[in-house]
């Protein structure tokens, strides 16, 4: 059975206490129970619950109304529900006003009790998804596994068996730009349909974006105090996955003492936060993508070798767009269709077949990434209903023009130009034409928006 969350019980009296937690355990709950209040502050941040129960009447030095306000104060994440022998309203309502999310009078109905437990606990895995989904980036309509070569079919049936295994790790590799997320987001919704359909997080961790120092503490939470800027208990990237799929993208740059101990959670299932002293069972799949070759980092020392078989069991290889040109006008046209309807230009349809030709020849270096954005770019710049080859950036342009025998370079004349109002003209061209929007401009130029703006300070056009 599945470990539906983790539970602190805190009641004095110890038949109450057993009884609660003995009900709970079979019910697939994780529970702690104690009876005194004994250090129960810290007791509760190290067990890191979903849920505290606890009770308002304890001794005299202090009341469950006390600890929970303690809670609350220290910011120690998790939903409380009181437990109460008084039939009157006012402790009730005092312990709601606290923040407690709900409370039940002894003698217990268990099947109140188990009601107010599942809901307490959704609440408090919704909160957390809500919280990530603020903070990272949203899955987008283009993010999807686009592609009818043999290599790529072969590659979904592959994903297909993995998902249906449940298998806990997996590794994808390919170049920069092939889709890795993708495919990681393709298994991961496969994996939801075989959990019954119900939605399951998925967290995505750029193990490149992270600095080293922040990097434990991301991936497996930390403790109030642990270091400078704790502030308060978090959990990290691997509880936040709990029952869905975690992805660790690049895991080719993770530093040697981060191999180590994500080795260790592969092979256990648990982590243990920054500052804490208690392993958390963890119930995710792992996937991790590289476009590093491991078999050479591993060679060179830089990636152990006990961890690169442990991922390597299970590997879908997502072989370059060059490979699988016949995917090239798929993508292609969901690109179009998909940036159409973001920038509101539902008039584009489609592609010149000289522009078909000049996309399926080229050798897309940056993969599906590089193709995307140069439809996004078109898109932007263009008010067309077909995509003409004009409206392609340069050098694609000039490559399709050398193909068909027709050179569109360049030829300094006799007499030479002067290179400034050379390049002044051109900016000047590139701002009227995009109706002075220097976003736009800087796209048509193939500029960084800052460069343009420089260029622009220095012709003094604004």
């Not at 209040?37 to 890191?48: F, L």
């Not at 889709?179 to 994996?191: F, I, N, P, Q, S």
Request: a negative charge; glycine letters at 6%.
């Amino acid at each position: 059975m599945a470990m539906k969350g983790r539970i602190f019980l805190l009641d004095d009296d110890e038949l109450i206490a057993a009884m609660l937690a003995r009900s709970l355990k079979k019910e697939g709950f994780d529970v702690m129970a104690e009876t005194s209040t004994e250090e129960v502050i810290g007791k509760i941040s190290a067990w890191c619950p979903d849920l505290v129960l606890l009770d308002i009447h304890l001794d005299e030095e202090k009341s469950g109304l006390d600890i929970l306000e303690e809670m609350k104060r220290e910011g120690i994440p998790g939903e409380v529900v009181m437990l109460t022998a008084d039939n009157t309203a006012e402790s009730a309502i005092t312990a709601l006003r606290l923040g407690a999310f709900d409370y039940l009078t002894k003698p217990f109905n268990m099947a109140e009790v188990k009601l107010v437990i599942k809901k307490a606990i959704e609440k408090e895995r919704l909160l957390e998804e809500v919280n990530y989904l603020r903070k990272s980036r949203k899955a987008s309509l283009e993010d999807r596994m686009i592609g009818e070569s043999p290599a790529m079919v072969q590659l979904k049936d592959r994903a297909e068996k993995l998902a249906e295994a449940r298998v806990r790790n997996i590794l994808i590799t390919g170049e920069s730009g092939t889709g890795k997320e993708v495919m990681a987001r393709y298994v991961h919704d496969l994996l939801s349909v075989g959990r019954g359909g119900g939605h399951a997080p998925f967290v995505a961790v750029n193990c490149t974006a992270l600095p080293e120092q922040l990097f434990e503490s991301e991936l497996f939470g930390h403790l109030k105090g642990a270091f400078t800027d704790a502030k308060s208990d978090q959990k990290g990237m691997f509880e936040l996955a709990n029952g869905g799929t975690i992805l660790l993208d690049e895991i080719g740059d993770m530093q040697p003492n981060l191999q180590a101990k994500l080795l260790r959670v592969l092979e256990e299932r648990v982590i243990r936060r920054v500052g804490g002293k208690t392993d958390l069972p963890i119930d995710a799949t792992v996937i991790v993508t590289t476009n590093t070759v491991l078999e050479e980092a591993v060679n060179a020392g830089r990636f152990r070798n006990d961890l690169f078989y442990r991922l390597n069991t299970f590997l879908l290889h997502i072989p370059p767009l060059r490979e699988r040109r016949e995917d090239i006008p798929l993508l292609a046209r969901h690109f179009l269709e998909v940036f159409a309807q973001t920038y509101m230009k539902k008039a584009m349809k489609g592609f010149s077949p000289e522009v078909e030709k000049i996309l399926f020849s080229h050798d897309w270096k940056g993969n599906c990434r590089e193709l995307k954005n140069v439809i996004e770019r078109v898109v932007v710049l263009e008010n067309v209903e077909t995509i003409e080859p004009r409206h392609l950036p340069a050098v694609l342009r000039k490559r399709g023009s050398i193909e068909a025998g027709d050179s569109t370079e360049f030829i300094l004349p006799e007499e030479g130009i002067c290179l400034e109002e050379f390049e002044r003209d051109i900016i000047v061209q590139a701002l009227k034409r995009t109706g002075d929007n220097q976003t736009q401009a800087a796209l048509l130029l193939d500029l960084s928006y800052d460069s343009l703006r420089y260029r622009i300070k220095k012709f003094d056009l604004m």
